[in-house]
């Protein structure tokens, strides 16, 4: 019974967890990018943006992925990255997901059609267990969390303000 009554706390937890994050991205968000779970992201190929500023992505990043910043964000030098084909998987992320949709979007304006939103972003991807790396291609648990409020979603890894 014991067993039963922890494993129902976790799951309420997720899933409590699950839709104070669905409120804060619907305050955001104009739900114009459709989303990509950490899971999904995981199991598939896809060229990665990550929209957090240069400082955030230099503490870690998802291996491959190519800071395009948000304050200072460049469509056209972005597209330059890109591949010519419109209908290449592009995934882009930020801490949660607000940033993104907005550089997302932009990129679906542009003509590409398989563009997604990382849900829960950088966050929920280390919160699930995914590596990030730093600078230098290793392993870290080092996340930059923009600051102390959004902090609170980032459950595990070491918070770096």
């Known amino acids: ?4 009554t922890i494993l129902f706390l976790l799951i309420s937890s997720v899933s409590f967890g699950q839709k104070k994050l669905d409120k804060l991205l619907n305050k ?3 739900n114009n990018v459709p989303y990509i779970s ?14 957090r500023e240069t400082k955030e992505y230099k503490v870690s990043h998802l291996k ?8 200072n ?11 010519k084909d419109k209908n290449a998987k592009i995934v882009v992320y930020c801490s949660l997901g607000i940033r993104s949709e907005i550089v997302a979007h932009q990129l679906i ?14 966050f929920e991807w280390k ?4 590596k990030v790396i730093d600078t230098l291609g290793n392993d870290t648990e080092k996340v930059h969390t923009f600051n102390k409020d959004w902090s609170k979603w980032l459950k595990k890894g070491t918070k770096i303000y």
């Open 1 to 4: 019974m014991k067993k039963i």
């Open 73 to 83: 964000f460049d469509i056209n030098q972005t597209l330059k990255t890109l591949p």
């Open 28 to 30: 955001f968000n104009k």
């Open 109 to 122: 304006k542009k003509g590409y059609t398989n563009v997604f939103n990382l849900y829960g972003g950088i």
């Open 38 to 51: 950490v899971d999904s992201l995981a199991a598939t190929n896809a060229v990665l943006l990550d929209a």
């Open 64 to 71: 491959n992925a190519i800071c395009v910043g948000y304050d």
């Open 127 to 130: 919160n699930n267990n995914f």
